[in-house]
Structures are given as structure tokens and as C-alpha cells.
């Protein structure tokens, strides 16, 4: 009994000392060992610099900006003659066709005025008519006044030679002095009278062929039929009708007045405004990426039209001037047009934002 009670606090040493040799082993093991430590102190800065270096690479050769913005050509719509709207064809937000009616002004008071010029017309020949018919270029009066100046000459002449015999007096060798002169004045007067209704029937040379009296009534009345023509007014081009909010029944508009705006949707491009810092590589024709902050997802291709001529602030209404010593230098913005290649599946609004890549490298 004594050996077997000796034997057994034994048996429990080794047991704790098994214990504790499994502990040790399993803490050398949750301890990193030195070599590891270095790898990772190592390879996390190059991933970091690696990163970063292929991030610089993909930036390389393209430049691009979120300054941008869907632009497309606007013809503002305005009436060629006064007057007051009869008639609406079309409304805000409708897609027009070039030559489709969009309204009427009032026609009659034009009619009115073709009216006037064909009355001028038919009074400008009947004058024509009555000149041609007139005694000053029939001749006529010439003829009379020839006949008087040998009737007041023969008289003349008797008057003189009682004039020498002394049977007449002073007073009637003068009166037939003075009878020849009349005479003489009158067939002047009917040849001058003849040279200008002569002159009134001539055709001038802008005018051949015609009477200018007749050639000026017919221009007027040409005048009234275009004003008339002009109180329908057609769309000068295919697009979306905006600001037709003048556009009513019985409105007065005056000419030259714009009434509305033709947005054309088919002529859609964008104006990127680049940093002038990033414009060293750009050139027209290279090629670039849009995409839309109203579509997500959609990328369009296209193409660098031209470059501005001038940064955004030399087109501002007011400049800004740095002639003074103190100013503080800002990076400007150039315009730079990028044409669209193809037929977007979207369809694209004047003024959205959109967001430009241009590769300077022309890889894509």
C-alpha cells in the first residue's frame, strides 16, 4: 500500500508536466516568428507604391473633366410682320418638322395691302394710257404754235413796212414784236411738254421693257404679297418646340419679337471646359469618352471638334482685368466642342451634365 501511494503523486507530476509542455508548444505557436513580421513590413508598402504607380499609368495619356455639359443648336423664332395670333398649330414640347406650320398672324390687314398695290397698279397704267393719248406727245400743240409764229411773223412783217411809210404806230410794231416772241415761248413750251411726256413712257435701263411707274406699283404689291405670305410662320428646322409660353390666341407680337425656340435635338454635342494646364497634348480629332450623370452606365464615343479660341472669362460679359498689382492668379477654362459619333440610344437634353475623357494618346 505504502508503494502504491508513493506511485501515484509521481503519476501527477507527469501529467502537469505534460500540461505544461502542451501550453509552451501552443503559445510558440500562436507567436509569430520573426521572418514573417519583415515579409509583411515589406510587402505592404509595395503594394501600396505598386497601386499607386499603376494608378499614375492608367491616368497617363488622356485628360478628363466633369465641367461638361450637353449642348445643342437653338433658332429662336420670331415674326417678320406685326400683328395679332389667329391661329396655334403646335405647343410646348412638340417635335416639329422644317417647314411645318406653327401659327397665323391676322392675313386680312395684309390682304387689304395687296389690294391697295393692285389699285396702284391699274392707276399707274391708265396714267400710261393718258400720257401715250396726251396733245404734248401727239405733237399736236407743236404744230399750233409753228402756225401762230407764222401768223404773228407775216403780221409782223406788214407792220414793218407801214412801219417804214409811216402809216402805223409804235404801239402796234410792238404788239406784233411781242406776238412773235409768244409765239416762239409757246412752241418751246409744246416741244419741252413733248420731251417730258416722252420722258414719262421711257423704259429704264434696271427696268427694261417696262414703265417705271407701272414696275414701282408692281414691286409694292409684291411687298404686300410677301407680308401676307409671311403671317404663316413655318418651322425652319426639324426639333422640339420650348418657351411657347407667348404663344396664345389673340396675343399681339411684334416683328422681330422672338415668340419661341426650336431646340435641335438631332445637332447634340458637348462643351467640356478643360484646366489650360491640361490642354499641352490635346488635339482636334482625338478621340473621347462621355458619359451622363442622368443615364448611369451609358458611355458614348466621340470625337474633339475643335478647341476655343478663348478661355470662358475673355467671353464674359465683364472681363476680368489683372492690370492691377494686386490679383490673385486663377487656372482658366477653355471650351473644347467634342462631336458625338453616332445616335446615342438615350435621347439627350440641352444642358445636362456630363463627364469627358479625351485620349491624347489616341488609344481608343
Request: charged letters at 25%.
Amino acid at each position: 500500500m505504502a508503494e502504491a501511494d508513493a506511485a501515484r503523486p509521481l503519476e501527477g507530476s507527469d501529467q502537469l508536466a505534460d500540461a505544461t509542455e502542451i501550453t509552451s508548444t501552443a503559445e510558440n505557436k500562436r507567436q509569430p516568428r520573426p521572418f514573417r513580421k519583415l515579409a509583411l513590413m515589406i510587402s505592404l508598402p509595395l503594394v501600396l507604391i505598386g497601386g499607386a504607380v499603376f494608378y499614375w499609368l492608367s491616368l497617363q495619356g488622356k485628360v478628363s473633366t466633369d465641367n461638361a455639359y450637353v449642348q445643342q443648336d437653338k433658332v429662336s423664332v420670331s415674326t417678320e410682320v406685326g400683328g395679332k395670333i389667329v391661329q396655334v398649330a403646335v405647343k410646348d414640347g412638340q417635335m416639329v418638322k422644317a417647314g411645318q406650320l406653327l401659327f397665323r398672324i391676322d392675313p386680312e390687314p395684309f390682304r387689304l395691302q395687296v389690294d391697295q398695290a393692285n389699285a396702284q397698279i391699274a392707276v399707274a397704267q391708265s396714267n400710261i394710257t393718258a400720257l401715250e393719248n396726251s396733245p404734248d406727245l401727239s405733237g399736236t400743240d407743236i404744230s399750233a404754235a409753228r402756225e401762230d409764229i407764222g401768223f404773228a411773223e407775216a403780221k409782223l412783217a406788214r407792220q414793218q413796212a407801214l412801219w417804214k411809210r409811216g402809216f402805223t404806230t409804235k404801239a402796234d410794231l410792238e404788239a406784233a414784236e411781242h406776238a412773235v416772241a409768244q409765239a416762239r415761248e409757246s412752241l418751246r413750251a409744246a416741244q419741252a411738254r413733248q420731251v417730258e411726256a416722252r420722258a414719262k413712257l421711257a423704259h429704264g435701263p434696271q427696268v427694261p421693257g417696262e414703265n417705271p411707274q407701272i414696275a414701282a406699283a408692281k414691286a409694292q404689291r409684291s411687298v404686300a404679297e410677301l407680308n401676307l405670305d409671311r403671317t404663316e410662320v413655318h418651322a425652319p428646322e426639324n426639333g422640339r418646340i420650348a418657351q411657347a409660353d407667348r404663344l396664345q390666341l389673340g396675343q399681339m407680337v411684334l416683328q422681330g419679337l422672338p415668340v419661341l425656340t426650336i431646340v435641335e435635338t438631332a445637332s447634340s454635342y458637348v462643351t467640356a471646359n478643360y484646366k489650360e494646364t491640361d490642354l499641352a497634348d490635346m488635339k482636334v480629332g482625338q478621340p473621347a469618352e462621355i458619359t451622363f450623370d442622368a443615364y448611369p452606365g451609358l458611355k458614348v464615343k466621340g470625337r474633339v471638334e475643335f478647341i476655343g479660341a478663348g478661355t470662358g472669362s475673355e467671353f464674359s460679359v465683364l472681363p476680368a482685368q489683372n492690370a492691377t498689382g494686386n490679383w490673385v492668379k486663377v487656372t482658366q477654362r477653355v471650351p473644347v466642342r467634342i462631336a458625338i459619333e453616332g445616335k446615342t440610344p438615350r435621347s439627350l437634353i440641352a444642358g445636362q451634365s456630363a463627364y469627358v475623357t479625351v485620349f491624347t494618346d489616341g488609344r481608343k
